[in-house]
């Protein structure tokens, strides 16, 4: 599975804690710049969008979830935090097990 990751300058450990999980980040915009505000297509090859909240503005949040919902990609928000990720993951799929992302 490919993600796509908006929000924060930088990743730290998420890329592995998502790797774990067989989620590689296909591409990660800050969405800091207005530029990256306005270039809101989502690549092609795109399986998830994952928004972190606690980094990201309204406006760039709703366009990028509507760039989603137009491509039928599924959308994960949450705090940048490994917890919050997990538990996020874990309510998106099903059996998924948060205490395994603690390993």
Do not use: W, Y
């Amino acid at each position: 599975m490919k993600a796509t990751v908006v929000g924060a300058d930088r990743l730290g450990n998420i890329p592995q804690l998502l790797e774990a999980r067989g989620i590689r980040v296909l591409r990660h915009v800050s969405g800091r710049d207005a530029s990256a505000q306005r270039r809101t297509a989502l690549p092609r090859d795109t399986d998830l969008l994952i928004l972190f909240t606690d980094f990201l503005n309204h406006n760039a949040m709703r366009a990028f979830r509507s760039a989603a919902q137009d491509g039928g990609v599924p959308v994960l928000a949450c705090r940048r935090s490994g917890s919050a990720l997990m538990e996020a993951l874990a309510r998106l799929v099903p059996g998924a097990s948060v205490c395994a992302a603690r390993d």
